[in-house]
Nanobody, 126 residues
């Protein structure tokens, strides 16, 4: 079982930056693909970014491409989401997730992920 703990959320003005972190406090991490999702009030959870097990391949939603970057440090069992030029429409609860298949590429469908963090709130004021 993998347990994930997110941090780094908060309130920021439009145009600002935040970096989210997601650390696995238990279980293996380095062999699995990871993903970031977000959910705004009244909306479905949506894919934001994904990263392959080795960190070499990444995928971004069109809405965040060029502004967000995901990376991972397997030694620290941590994945990051650097968010720049934030917009009010980025306001949501952000979740990290683990796709528990060995040596896998990124995955964009939420239903394929096996473990989820508790989420961290990001609020962008305009």
């Amino acid at each position: 079982q993998v347990q994930l703990v997110e941090s780094g959320g908060g309130l920021v003005q439009a145009g600002g930056s935040l970096r989210l972190s997601c650390t696995a406090s238990r279980g293996t991490f380095s062999s699995y693909a990871l993903g970031w999702f977000r959910q705004a009030p009244g909306q479905e959870r949506e894919f934001v970014a994904g990263i392959a097990w080795n960190g070499f391949d990444t995928k971004y939603a069109d809405s965040v491409k060029g502004r967000f970057t995901t990376s991972r440090d397997n030694a620290k069992k941590t994945v990051y989401l650097q968010m720049n030029t934030l917009k009010s429409e980025d306001t949501a609860v952000y979740y990290c997730a683990v796709y528990r298949r060995y040596y896998s590429d990124y995955v964009t469908r939420a239903e394929e992920y096996d473990y989820w963090g508790q989420g961290t709130q990001v609020t962008v004021s305009s």
